[in-house]
């Protein structure tokens, strides 16, 4: 049965980051793991594989500003640095020098930040390994969805805080397989998450993180291709946005590419829709970059 999002919240912890609130949970002995969350939900996007990945890992997963139960300042800076800078700090207050990273969606943008800063040996914490999760690797093959197009409109902040609960359900539900679709709890807690904190007054903000990759692409590419760290992608193929076709993007681009997919019919939403597929393929990449 999955947590309730009240119980998700009463089991972690905050710390302050440039006078913001940042949520995060922590659980688990072991290799340190940092698992960053997509758009637009939170930390809880690793609820259904938090028990198994913590069975023999100390996992930290944040709520990125502007997400979940962390603050959204209506004029807060958004920005994939800012988010970077986020992990950063967290891991300095808790003592984390070495670190797995496991991102999904727009977490894997935080990712590509942290492993070109690797790269290019500014980085504060040293990466073990990296593994994606359906996300917008590569944004040239990206597919938004036709909300986020309005979202980064000029319409997006007027749009944004506006949003019917209904018309955003219905948009997370096309990006499900057509097998795994979520249930009305699962939406009512996705909800739950995007409005906690006036949250729907920030999205239009949140959404222009998906298309800010562009400006870091070739730099992101790059340590992609140059790194000696083990990186994986998981991926749902039947995912609208960064399905199959990223994953043909990923083998034409990354040297020896290490691809798993959890199956045909799994959408964007592989550790919610498959969610034992997916926690195989992650202990696998971390036990051999071990």
Same mark, same amino acid.
């Given at each position: ?17 440039? #006078? ?12 340190? /793991? ?12 690793? &609820? ?47 003592? /984390? ?9 727009? #977490? ?12 290019? !040996? ?7 390994? /990296? ?28 749009? !944004?805080?506006?949003?019917?609960? !209904? ?15 979520? &249930? ?14 006036? !949250?729907? &007054? ?18 992101? /590419? ?40 959890? #199956? ?9 829709e498959a969610p034992d597929a997916s926690a195989r393929a992650i202990l696998e990449h971390w036990a051999r970059a071990a």
């Amino acid at each position: 049965m999955d947590p309730s999002l009240a119980q998700w919240k009463s089991l972690g912890h905050t710390f302050s980051y440039r #006078g913001r609130s940042v949520f995060y949970r922590r659980e688990g002995r072991g290799p340190t /793991v940092v698992a960053l969350h997509g758009y637009p939900l939170s930390s809880w996007d690793f &609820s259904r594989v938090w028990a198994t990945l913590t069975e023999a890992h100390d996992v930290i997963a944040p709520d990125m500003v502007g997400f979940g139960f962390s603050d959204k300042p209506r004029d807060g800076e958004y920005s994939l640095a800012m988010m970077a800078d986020t992990v950063e700090a967290l891991a300095a207050s808790l003592d /984390v020098t070495s670190a797995h990273l496991v991102a999904f969606d727009l #977490g894997t943008a935080v990712a590509q930040e942290l492993l070109a800063r690797f790269e290019e !040996g500014r980085a504060k914490v040293r990466l073990r390994s /990296v593994c994606f999760l359906n996300g917008s690797l590569f944004p040239e093959v990206y597919r938004p969805r036709w909300i986020q197009k309005v979202l980064v409109s000029p319409l997006g902040p007027w749009v !944004g805080p506006r949003l019917p609960r !209904g018309l955003v359900q219905k948009a997370l539900v096309s990006t499900f397989g057509p097998h795994t679709k979520p &249930s009305p709890e699962d939406l009512e807690r996705f909800s739950q998450l995007i409005e906690a904190g006036e !949250g729907l &007054s920030v999205t239009h903000k949140l959404n222009k993180l998906v298309f800010d990759r562009r400006t870091h692409r070739d730099r992101w /590419v790059s340590a992609m291709q140059s790194t000696r760290v083990a990186m994986r992608l998981v991926n749902g193929p039947a995912d609208p946005n960064s399905g199959a076709h990223m994953m043909q993007r990923y083998r034409e681009l990354v040297p020896s590419p290490d691809i798993v997919s959890v #199956g045909d019919a799994i959408g964007h939403w592989p550790l919610l829709e498959a969610p034992d597929a997916s926690a195989r393929a992650i202990l696998e990449h971390w036990a051999r970059a071990a």
